[in-house]
């Protein structure tokens, strides 16, 4: 067997992980490639053997300070050849001294640990049809009417990495919608709903409380057509999983939320919807 050669996958190339990703049941969102070479154009990786991909992974450099782990995937008939670990290796490098985040498989974590990688918490993906009617709220806006510099403020209170750039296209992507709730010229909550390749997600998803967060919801849910809804919340919020039972949502699966070093306090207790487990 030929030698495991690694380059990084060009923006337009990325579609290929997020394919993989699809395949082994991560549901992406429909134009999630697009979105996610907008950080770190050189944060994605394919190894390939005689032209063939057999593994990608990606880790984006949002700051100097915050990397995020992702799209870890080799295909099952390459896997157990240490293809896995060059890739991983390969990524790990191209973060440098910068902390690395990952949403990894719970099964996991033992491994993740060998590179370094401690547990913070976890991240629950619920997901269903949506319980009861859509009651719209009077007082929610479309997210870009709010001042970018709001949004931006905001996210950097329950994210560990700046990530202007990346935020805005989210927000502005042919597709996906955003709404926000002010409260006495304060962002109170705002979320951003996309269409997947099963349903819609919701994230990500900040709020005050759940009653904020409960009125963005529905505001989303009346832009988007039938379908599952699908919303990634963090273990540690009580509040949001009582906000996704609410919605009649279960749960789906489990991640680990990971860190190679301290990141600096968030609120997570304001995160009701993480934005994307591959990206964070």
């Known amino acids: 067997m030929s030698d495991l050669q690694i380059r990084n996958l060009r923006p337009d190339e990325i579609a290929l ?3 993989w990703a699809a395949a082994e049941g991560w549901n992406p969102g429909l134009a999630d490639a697009a979105c996610f070479a907008i950080p770190d154009r050189q944060g994605f990786f394919v190894g390939e053997i005689d032209g063939e991909p ?3 992974v990606s880790c984006v450099n949002y700051d100097d300070r915050v990397a995020f782990l992702g799209f870890y995937i080799v295909r099952e008939r ?3 050849a240490g293809h896995g670990l060059r890739i991983w290796n390969a990524a790990i490098e191209h973060a440098g001294a910068r902390v690395i985040g990952l949403d ?3 099964a996991q974590q033992d491994n993740y640990r060998k590179s370094g990688f401690q547990l913070a918490y976890a991240n629950i993906r619920y997901g269903g049809t949506v319980a009861g009617s859509v009651k719209p709220a009077t007082d929610v806006v479309a997210l870009d009417k709010v001042p970018f510099a709001l ?3 905001d996210d950097a209170t329950v994210f ?4 202007s750039a990346f935020l805005r296209a989210w927000i502005n992507t042919q597709g996906h919608v955003g709404r926000a709730l002010l409260r006495g010229g304060r962002l109170a909550a705002w979320g951003v709903i996309r269409p997947c390749r099963t349903g819609y997600k919701i994230g990500p998803l900040v709020a005050d409380d759940r009653a904020a967060a409960l009125d963005v919801v529905q505001a989303l849910l009346g832009s988007a057509g039938s379908g599952k809804v699908f919303l990634d919340v963090p273990a540690v919020n009580p509040a ?3 906000l996704a039972e609410e919605l009649g949502l279960e749960p789906v699966f489990e991640t680990a939320r990971m860190y190679t070093a301290p990141i600096p306090p968030l609120r997570l207790d304001r995160v009701f919807g993480v934005t994307s487990f591959e990206l964070g």
């Open 160 to 163: 560990p990495a700046a990530r």
């Open 54 to 56: 057999v593994a990608t």
């Open 78 to 80: 390459f896997r157990g």
């Open 151 to 153: 949004v931006q403020a």
């Open 240 to 242: 949001a999983i009582a």
């Open 17 to 19: 992980a997020v394919d």
């Open 104 to 106: 990894g498989v719970v």
